[in-house]
């Protein structure tokens, strides 16, 4: 019989996606196991490299792209699920690549501004910019009233400084992408892996923010779900009060946060804590280990670190639903579209000789 991760065994009440099989302890596969994909769910994908985390969230977007009601966006710092867009047999997967991400300097708030720049909004720069993200919309607009505000010359010099930099950055636009442009039926693959580290997280706090005040100001009928590769990354930075606020408030407004991450011991508590559905390919380092040990529910009467427990082989996956208090053993299913996640083998380099 067929299981549906966060939701129990009614396969029919709601859009479902095709996530593997039942894992037998001889390495034989058992019955379908699918996906919830019609309430709203923060889930954590986890697993050293080489063993398929990216994979695995590869499959979810393939089914997120299939599904009805859902809005699926992912943002991909590796740049290496514009392969989802690829045709495929069959029906193929609905999916674009957006390459040169820019998003609205509106998708931000006032107190993000202040965040992004390094700025205490009570201090003179700070209250400077904090005035004018919320006066204008354009960063061009955004330095004019900065430039006319009556302020002491050393906070106006500051606060147009701390915008120069963002200006170089290149990721705010007028014209950038916003909510609307992202509540689509297709994958939106957002490729930030040409950026540095604080504009690829001005990008996804832009997304993740416009995601979830579009839900909360009901102004997009689909459910957003945003996935994150390499997660750590963007918890480490700039875009975690963002992430945080879908963690712990998205659920009201029907807002999902998929994050796959090779280091959960970079991922903050509320990240794993928050998360009701838990996958998790191999894992060896103590302090990856520790870090869902500390947050391992107690209807599990094995720990996630016994040997026995945690998968060995790449695509086989340890499941724990929160939502139906349940751990699956699993082998996660061949993708339909190609894998862009594999590492280059000095074998298959031609020297040309």
Request: glycine share 10%; aromatic share 4%.
């Given at each position: 019989m067929s299981f549906?991760?966060?939701r ?9 996606g095709a996530?593997?099989?039942?894992r037998a302890?001889?390495?034989s596969?058992g019955?379908?196991?699918h996906?919830?994909?019609?309430g709203p769910?923060?889930m ?9 985390k990216?994979?695995?969230l ?9 599904a ?5 966006v992912?943002?991909d ?7 989802l ?12 690549v957006?390459?040169e991400?820019t998003?609205t300097?509106s998708?931000?708030?006032?107190r993000s501004?202040c ?5 205490s909004p009570?201090?003179?720069?700070g209250?400077?910019?904090?005035q004018a993200a919320q006066?204008a919309?354009?960063l061009?607009?955004m330095?004019?009233h900065?430039?006319?505000a009556?302020a002491p010359?050393?906070d106006t010099?500051?606060a147009?400084n701390?915008?120069q930099l963002?200006t ?6 007028a014209?950038?992408i916003?909510a609307?442009?992202?509540g689509?039926?297709e ?9 540095e580290s604080?504009p690829m ?9 416009a995601?979830y005040?579009a839900?909360?100001?009901?102004t997009?009928?689909?459910l957003p779900w945003?996935?994150l ?12 009060p963002?992430l ?7 659920r009201?407004?029907g807002v999902?946060l998929?994050?796959a991450t090779?280091r959960?011991?970079?991922?903050p508590?509320?990240g794993i ?10 894992l060896?380092?103590?302090?990856d280990l520790?870090?869902?040990?500390a947050a391992q529910?107690t209807y599990m009467?094995v720990?996630?670190s016994?040997?026995?427990r945690l998968?060995e082989a ?6 724990v639903?929160?939502?139906t208090?349940?751990v699956h053993a699993?082998?996660i299913?061949?993708r339909?579209?190609?894998?862009g996640?594999?590492s280059?083998r000095?074998?298959?380099?031609s020297?040309?000789?």
């Open positions: 549906v991760i966060g129990g065994d009614d396969l029919e009440a709601g859009p479902v996530l593997g099989t039942y302890r001889d390495g596969e019955a379908a196991l996906l919830d994909f019609d769910h923060a954590l994908i986890v697993g050293k490299r080489g063993y398929g990216s994979y695995t590869g499959v979810l977007a393939e089914g997120l792209a299939r009805h009601g859902v809005a699926p992912i943002v710092p590796m740049g290496v699920f514009d392969t867009a690829e045709s495929t047999a069959g029906d193929g997967v609905p999916a674009r957006i390459d991400p998003v300097p998708s931000l708030d006032p501004w965040t992004l720049l390094g700025l009570e201090s003179g720069a209250s400077l910019v904090w006066a919309s354009t061009e607009t330095q004019t900065i430039g006319s009556d010359a050393a010099r500051a147009l701390h915008l963002a170089a950055w290149g990721v705010f636009d014209d950038g916003d609307a442009d992202l689509g039926a994958v939106t693959i957002i490729d930030v892996s040409g950026l604080a997280n001005a990008v996804c706090r832009g997304v993740a923010e995601l005040r839900r909360v100001t009901e997009i009928d689909r945003l996935l590769d390499e997660a750590h990354t963007f918890f480490d930075g700039i875009a975690e963002a945080r606020t879908i963690l712990t408030r998205g009201a407004p999902s998929v994050s090779q959960p011991s970079a991922v508590p509320v804590s928050q998360s009701d559905v838990l996958i998790s390919h191999r060896t380092s103590q302090a520790d870090a869902l040990q529910p009467n720990s996630l016994d040997a026995d998968p790449p695509g086989e996956v340890v499941v639903d929160d939502a208090e349940t699993a082998q299913r061949s339909d579209t190609p894998h996640g594999d280059p000095a074998s298959e380099v020297s040309g000789e």
